[in-house]
């Protein structure tokens, strides 16, 4: 179902390299796009709007329609109940539990796109903050140099592989057919929904506007952003023990009481310790 992305697609046309044959596997897998397109032209406007910025959010721009996400969503609606119910009649299951399991698996059914765009969008923007700093550093590094702020962006992403470049190519695309520079950095933040790209979008937006140094702000930002990062560690370092509890309570601490009393009942019960109490 996927489709090759814009990128992909200019390269092949720039390589000049000849079409592929359309083999029977290609010919289904076009088939079923088509008619889960088909099955998703009945969604409604505002589920269109979400599943779009979702799906921008998971960089899956240009390779998935909401159309096609819907139509994945109303196909798991209306199949999975039946598993559910076969499920629950095989295992012998009275009629009003097979019921429920069916509705509980069309409910599954619907709301699991939702979740792995979600998780998806939520795994890029990880990505997005992972190298920010380390972009931004080359950034300022080639504002110093000399360069212009979109020819440094142009010239690092071109050398950068990611969503991070991704989304700076797509702000050069912006820039290049007339959006103003702001619209189209705070376009980054709300396509990746990610904090850092927003305060650095702000940051140049107004240094920009009160002709402040773009080298000074993108070297002041890289610092922040880096960190910002080590107190996220810190944070998640600090939560580490509260996480181990669960692990400590029902895995380890079983384990050591086995460990300690077994033998000493087994001896006190073989002194006759424990008679008294009926062992």
Same mark, same amino acid.
């Given at each position: 179902? +996927?489709?090759?992305?814009? /990128?992909?697609?200019?390269?092949?046309?720039?390589?000049?390299?000849?079409?592929?044959?359309?083999?029977?596997?290609?010919?289904?897998?076009?088939?079923?796009? @088509?008619?889960?397109?088909? /099955?998703?032209?009945?969604?409604? &406007?505002?589920?269109?709007?979400?599943?779009?910025?979702?799906?921008? @959010?998971?960089?899956?721009?240009?390779?998935?329609?909401? =159309?096609?996400?819907?139509?994945?969503?109303?196909?798991?609606?209306?199949?999975?109940? +039946?598993?559910? %119910?076969?499920?629950?009649?095989?295992?012998?299951?009275?009629?009003?539990? &097979?019921?429920?399991?069916?509705?509980?698996?069309?409910?599954?059914?619907?709301?699991?796109?939702?979740?792995?765009?979600?998780?998806?969008?939520?795994? @890029?923007?990880?990505?997005? =903050?992972?190298?920010?700093?380390?972009?931004?550093?080359?950034?300022?590094?080639?504002?110093?140099?000399?360069?212009?702020?979109?020819?440094?962006?142009?010239?690092?992403?071109?050398?950068?592989?990611?969503?991070?470049?991704?989304?700076?190519?797509?702000?050069?695309?912006?820039?290049?057919?007339?959006?103003?520079?702001?619209? !189209?950095?705070?376009?980054?933040?709300?396509?990746? &929904?990610?904090?850092?790209?927003?305060? /650095?979008?702000?940051?140049?937006?107004?240094?920009?506007?009160?002709?402040?140094?773009? !080298?000074?702000?993108? @070297?002041?930002?890289?610092?922040?952003?880096?960190?910002?990062? %080590?107190?996220? !560690?810190? =944070?998640?370092?600090?939560?580490?023990?509260?996480?181990?509890?669960?692990?400590?309570?029902?895995?380890?601490?079983?384990?050591? %009481?086995?460990?300690?009393?077994?033998?000493?009942?087994?001896?006190?019960?073989?002194?006759?310790?424990?008679? %008294?109490?009926?062992?």
């Amino acid at each position: 179902m +996927f489709r090759r992305n814009p /990128l992909e697609r200019l390269a092949e046309m720039e390589n000049l390299k000849p079409p592929k044959k359309a083999t029977s596997k290609r010919r289904a897998l076009s088939f079923l796009a @088509r008619f889960v397109r088909t /099955l998703g032209g009945f969604i409604p &406007s505002q589920s269109r709007s979400k599943l779009r910025m979702l799906i921008h @959010r998971a960089g899956l721009a240009g390779r998935l329609r909401a =159309e096609e996400v819907f139509g994945v969503k109303l196909i798991g609606f209306l199949t999975l109940p +039946f598993v559910g %119910f076969y499920l629950g009649t095989s295992i012998n299951m009275t009629l009003v539990q &097979s019921l429920i399991l069916a509705l509980l698996f069309g409910i599954a059914g619907f709301t699991a796109p939702d979740f792995w765009l979600s998780r998806q969008a939520r795994r @890029r923007c990880r990505l997005i =903050e992972r190298h920010l700093p380390d972009f931004v550093d080359l950034l300022a590094t080639c504002v110093e140099a000399g360069l212009g702020l979109d020819a440094a962006i142009d010239r690092i992403t071109r050398r950068f592989s990611g969503p991070i470049a991704e989304e700076f190519q797509r702000y050069l695309w912006e820039v290049q057919i007339g959006r103003p520079r702001n619209l !189209a950095l705070m376009g980054i933040a709300e396509r990746t &929904s990610c904090d850092d790209i927003r305060i /650095l979008a702000a940051s140049l937006t107004q240094a920009e506007l009160f002709g402040i140094p773009i !080298a000074n702000v993108l @070297r002041t930002q890289a610092e922040a952003l880096r960190e910002r990062r %080590f107190q996220q !560690a810190r =944070e998640r370092a600090r939560r580490a023990p509260l996480l181990m509890l669960p692990a400590l309570a029902f895995c380890f601490c079983p384990v050591i %009481f086995l460990l300690l009393f077994v033998p000493l009942f087994l001896r006190a019960r073989q002194s006759g310790l424990l008679q %008294f109490l009926g062992f």
